[in-house]
């Protein structure tokens, strides 16, 4: 439905502010754009500069966060920091603490919570106008790539992912660690998704996995690639079709694979041919059947599932 051009390095995150009809892609150019669709069309209306590479964005609005990548210069490093914006206000903070790159940020009631190289699990809390450092939650041993939390009585729950394939499930209410699932996951674990009561990872090694609320595997899906070897997954999400709904696998062949929910049949393939000519890094639902998909060639697509 359209190609969205502008970024000059990497689209490393997507996230999607409904109410204000906007999409926000965050790239390792160091800015952070916003779009909108209030006219039908997409046009960028803003860019943002973050400071650094932007390895992750979340929008709860009013609030914008990014998550920025460490880097080196002049022979010193600087450690990536979670910038704040109030979108309202226009004020702006530094969140400051963590060591090395942050890759992913979440949201739970007053609470944000980010994490990455450094393996722990910030947590920051709104209180007085600004986001002050409240805890850290510790016991993963490998940096934390995914994050995603679930307000809905009774789970009410932060998940963490780190590369190695240790999910931890921790309380939002108490930070209390609930339990740890070893995924099993034989390459970089990269993606988890939320979906009714199960939880969906994804890695490198090609295998896309769902698990039941007491971390229980109850499906192993493997994407191959046109050689019928295992595609390395790189990012996941459900979005509806209609009365159904679809998986999309992004994978490491620079394709979209596309699963019908909860069968796993094949429901289509978006090669490079017709879409991006390089790997996926991210994905967002966007308004109605449509999605959009970040890429390593700086650009973004909006696609739409046309009914009949």
């Known amino acids: 439905m359209g190609k969205l051009t502008g970024h000059t390095d990497t689209v490393t995150s997507l996230d999607v502010c409904d109410e204000r009809k906007q999409l926000f892609s965050a790239s390792t150019d160091g800015s952070i754009k916003v779009w909108s669709w209030e006219n039908g069309n997409f046009t960028c209306v803003n ?7 932007v390895e992750c964005v979340l929008v709860f609005a009013p609030f914008l966060f990014a998550g920025t990548a460490a880097v080196t210069a002049n022979g010193a490093q600087r450690h990536g920091v979670v910038r704040v914006w109030n979108m309202d206000s226009g004020t702006e903070q530094s969140l400051e603490g963590h060591t090395g790159s942050i890759y992913c940020l979440a949201q739970g009631g ?3 919570f980010s994490g990455g ?3 722990g699990v910030k947590t920051w809390q709104y209180a007085n106008e600004r986001f002050e450092a409240l805890t850290e939650l510790q016991g993963h041993q490998q940096p934390v790539q995914s994050m995603l939390t679930i307000n809905a009585d009774p789970t009410r729950s932060l998940f963490s992912a780190d590369r190695g394939g240790t999910v931890a499930k921790w309380c939002l209410d108490s930070g209390a660690l609930q339990a740890t699932m070893a995924t099993n996951h034989t390459s970089h ?12 990872s994804a890695a490198l090694d090609g295998h896309v996995k769902v698990w039941d609320t007491e971390g229980n595997q109850v499906f192993d899906q493997v994407v191959t690639n046109q050689n019928n070897q295992p595609s390395g997954v790189t990012a996941i999400m459900v979005v509806p ?3 159904s709904s679809v998986l999309i696998t992004a994978c490491d062949d620079k394709a979209l694979k596309l699963w019908m929910m909860p069968t796993f049949d094949k429901r ?6 017709v879409g991006h000519s ?5 994905l967002a639902k966007g308004p109605g059947n449509s999605f959009f998909s970040g890429s390593m060639d700086n650009s973004i ?8």
């Open 47 to 53: 860019t943002v500069q973050a400071g650094g590479p």
């Open 110 to 112: 007053v609470y944000l």
């Open 117 to 119: 190289d450094d393996k």
């Open 189 to 200: 674990l990269m993606a988890l998704w939320n979906q009714d009561t199960f939880l969906f």
């Open 241 to 243: 079709e209609g009365d």
């Open 268 to 273: 289509g393939i978006l090669a490079s041919r």
């Open 278 to 282: 390089d790997v996926v890094r991210c």
């Open 301 to 308: 697509m909006v696609w739409e599932f046309m009914s009949g």
